[in-house]
Structures are given as C-alpha cells and as structure tokens.
C-alpha cells in the first residue's frame, strides 16, 4: 500500500492503513442489512451503501481503536454501527429536505417513495442498536445512544431554527453539533472507549472529532455557494433552495442594511424565490465577506482538532488524521 504516496488524499491514505478492518466492516454492513421478510430494505440501503461514500465516520471508529492499541474484534461492530446511523440520517433527511440528489445520484425517495426511506432508516437504527449492544460495553452503549437522541434534536431544531432570521451563531453551531458533530465525536470516542484507553486520551478523541464534525459541516455550508456539484454531490445552491440559515447566510444577515434584509426575509423566510435569487445572495455575502469569515471559522474549528491531537501517542494514524483535518478545510482554501 502507498502510504507514503504525497498525491494520495488523507481519507484514501486512511482507508489503505484500514483496508483489512474497513473489508470486514463492509462484510458486517452487508450481512446486517440482509432481510430475509422485506426485501425493500436491503435494495434501499444497498443504493446508498453502495454509492461510493468516503465511509469517513467509520474509518474515524477504527482509526480512534487501532490508534490506543485495540487488537479486538469489537472496533468493526463499533463502526458498522456508526455507519448504520449515519445512513439511517441520510434516509430520513432526504425526505424532510425533499432532496432529489445524493452523492451525485438519485435519493432513495425519489426511486422509491418517502415511505420506504423513512421506515428503511428506522429499520437501520434498531440494527445498529443491535450491533452496539454486542460489544457487552455500556459506555459505549451510552455514547452512540446519546449521539443518536442529540442528532434528532439538532434535525428538529434545524427544522425551526432553519427560516428564521433570528437564528445566530449560537444556535446554528448547536444545530451543527447535533446534526453533524456528534456522531463524528461518537466514532473517535467510541474507538478510545473500546480500547481501554485512558481518559484524557478519550477526551482528545472526542474532542479531535467534535472541532471536525463542525469544520466538516462549515465546509459543505460554503461549497453550497461557491463548490461544484461534482464537489458536493448535490445540486449547487440547495441550501439557499431550502431555506436552510446556513453559517454564511447567518453572517450576512448579521451585516445586512434594509433592502438586504428585506431580500432574506422574502427568499429565507417566506421563500418566495425567482430567477437570479441565488445569484443575488451570492452577491451580498460577498459584499460582507460573509463567505471569508465562515471560511476562517471552519480554519479555527480544524486547528482544534489539530490540537487534540496531541494528547494521543505519536502514531502514523495520529498523523493520518492530523491531515484530514487540514484536508476538510482546503477544499474551501
């Protein structure tokens, strides 16, 4: 394997480190999404399983365990599960957002109905209770059951906080820690748990992947208004589609004079959008600087992961993830 490969991405490098755990957490993924009744759920699931996913979560469970010196079995169960509540996420977002486009291809409610994605989730979390449960680990047991009740409440709250102009920073970094974060905090911390590693060790890995779930999810709200689809796998301009009060809308509101304003409380909140709307927004953030100062925020947030780090024993892991945290943050550099 070409670890030393400069060209290489910092997730590829990862994967080639794990290859022979992430083989045998796809064998896990695919014999538990198996139904023997119902065999709508493994053609669901296997659409969005299969799609070509970075499978970045999991790969933080396995890298977190192998990292504090893990050499049992337990580390795959840990990262099936953390995969399985991811997709159980994707599924049911896909229907709240009415989105038509997911890591490039069709949703599954769109190829099939929101029936089906909905109950197709719900049949993935009650899995990846399963899977969790078998470790015999109650603090694990706690942590990715306690990330699976917050990223409800962060999507619920996105779902109030979203069209209202109100929303600060504050409560969108609580709706991102919900959302996006915990379950990036869940993986790395599970991984030290399951290890046995010691507590301020298990304390960096959370905090190494709560500072990425935020940078993570800063990144995608910028390439929404200035990536490619091809960079973000959905359509350009969703967020701003949907309403959504993402980090850069929120500072040019913050920013905004009255005919700015008005513009935001006509598209965001009462969504009554028209040809060039996206455009315009584009505009103004870039008259504020909006788009800067949540680039520099995601900076921030990626150096502390950075620093977390260095609670944790000098490994090529350690160094791995270092550079997936600089990583998340240049494609918006």
């Not at 538990?32 to 659409?47: F, G, K, L, Q, Y």
């Not at 309403?243 to 040019?252: F, G, N, S, Y």
């Not at 409380?265 to 100062?293: L, S």
């Amino acid at each position: 394997m070409s670890l030393d490969n400069a060209t290489q991405k910092p997730h590829d490098r990862l994967g080639a480190w794990l290859a022979a755990d992430m083989q045998a957490v796809n064998t896990l993924i695919r014999t538990r999404m198996a139904s023997e009744h119902a065999p709508r759920i493994p053609e669901v699931t296997a659409h969005l399983v299969e799609a070509g996913g970075k499978r970045l979560r999991p790969m933080l469970t396995l890298a977190a365990a192998r990292l504090c010196g893990y050499e049992g079995p337990y580390h795959v169960h840990l990262a099936a599960t953390v995969e399985f509540i991811h997709t159980a996420t994707l599924l049911h977002d896909d229907v709240v957002d009415e989105s038509k486009q997911r890591r490039g291809r069709p949703t599954a409610n769109l190829l099939w109905d929101n029936k089906s994605s909905v109950l197709v989730g719900d049949y993935l979390f009650a899995r990846s209770f399963q899977l969790m449960t078998e470790t015999g680990n109650m603090r694990v047991l706690s942590i990715l059951s306690n990330a699976s009740a917050v990223i409800a409440e962060g999507e619920v709250l996105q779902l109030t906080a979203a069209q209202d102009l109100a929303t600060d920073e504050k409560i969108y970094l609580q709706v991102v820690r919900g959302k996006t974060a915990a379950l990036f905090s869940a993986a790395t911390e599970v991984g030290g748990v399951i290890a046995g590693a010691p507590e301020d060790q298990v304390r960096a890995l959370f905090d190494y992947g709560d500072a990425l779930g935020i940078a993570f999810q800063i990144v995608d709200d910028l390439l929404d208004y200035g990536g490619t689809t091809a960079a973000i796998g959905k359509n350009t301009g969703d967020d701003f589609r949907e309403r959504k009060l993402t980090l850069p809308v929120i500072k040019a509101v913050a920013k905004a004079d009255s005919d700015e304003r008005a513009f935001w409380v006509r598209t965001i909140e009462k969504g009554k959008q028209v040809d060039g709307d996206f455009e315009q927004a584009q505009a103004i953030m870039a008259r504020h600087g909006a788009m800067e100062e949540a680039r520099q925020d995601a900076l921030g947030w990626a150096a502390k992961a950075r620093t977390a780090l260095t609670a944790l024993p000098d490994h090529p892991l350690r160094q791995m993830l270092d550079e997936l945290a600089g990583y998340v943050v240049e494609r918006i550099s």
